[in-house]
């Protein structure tokens, strides 16, 4: 089949086709529908289910947050992108044959031991970082490299390149060999 890669996923290019024609039209979709264009982006969705968990707690400090006066606190259509992501990733895996359960994946293993403890701290802590650096940069991977290089965006060529170039430094560090 065409669209399968060596390790049963997708073809990456494929992948990033599809992806790229996904993003051209959600902009031509929100443009019609909400009189605005609305470009792929994830991380404030982030942050709007951290709103809409603390709402649960604090009703109020959620309402008087000078953050949330901006960024509403709501299920949107961006909110619902990232439902569909995981559900979507989750079917297609299992559609081409490539899903896995597994707590610990094999690089991790062969570096940091078998520990899902240990694994699991890593991808908190990670996450963290990651939505840090993405709150400071506003927006996320996707949001500067979908829809900021689609704009030909300064910012999103600068951010972009701290991206991989982090990546690249810290995956080094972590994954060097022994």
Known sequence: MARRHGDG???????GALVGVLAIISAYATTAWMEKTHYLGASTTFVRAAGILEKQIDETHVEQNA????????VDWQFM????????ALVASRLDGSFRHEWVPPIWRDRFGPSAAKRAVGAFVGGVVAMFGARMASGCPSG????GMMQLSMSAFVALAMFFGVGVVVASLIYRRK
């Open 9 to 15: 996923g997708w073809s990456p290019y494929l992948a």
């Open 81 to 88: 992108m990232v439902v569909g992501i995981f559900f979507g």
């Open 67 to 74: 953050y949330f006066a901006k960024t509403k606190v709501r």
């Open 144 to 147: 500067h490299g979908l829809s």
